[in-house]
Nanobody, 120 residues
Framework: QVQLVESGGGLVQAGDSLRLSCAAS????????MAWFRQAPGKEREFVAQ????????RYADSVRGRFTISKDNAKNTVYLQMNSLKPEDTAVYYC?????????????WGQGTQVTVSS
């Protein structure tokens, strides 16, 4: 059974930092791209950052580039999102995602989400 379990969310002030973790289990994720998405109240879920498990290549949304860093620990099968210089507009539920292209679509999994609240 595949599981993505997020942790590390919380309530912080603007300018503070948080590190989110996503512990992955249930299969080998070496061919997957791991990503963080977020969803603020009343808004659609949006992409934040992605890392390819094999290559370590990363990409970021413009809104977080330079402030957030995605990384991985192969030994722990865990992906991290280091969030610095947090802003109130970063407030959202953050979701971990694993996806791999397969014939005709995607093999995709989501975590349950972790709340990040940034006060001004």
């Amino acid at each position: 059974q595949v599981q993505l379990v997020e942790s590390g969310g919380g309530l912080v002030q603007a300018g503070d930092s948080l590190r989110l973790s996503c512990a992955a289990s249930g299969r080998t994720f070496s061919r997957y791209a791991m990503a963080w998405f977020r969803q603020a109240p009343g808004k659609e879920r949006e992409f934040v950052a992605q890392i390819w498990w094999n290559s370590g290549n990363t990409r970021y949304a413009d809104s977080v580039r330079g402030r957030f860093t995605i990384s991985k620990d192969n030994a722990k099968n865990t992906v991290y999102l280091q969030m610095n210089s947090l802003k109130p507009e970063d407030t959202a539920v953050y979701y971990c995602n694993a996806r791999k292209p397969i014939w005709g679509g995607l093999d995709e999994y989501w975590g349950q989400g972790t709340q990040v609240t940034v006060s001004s």
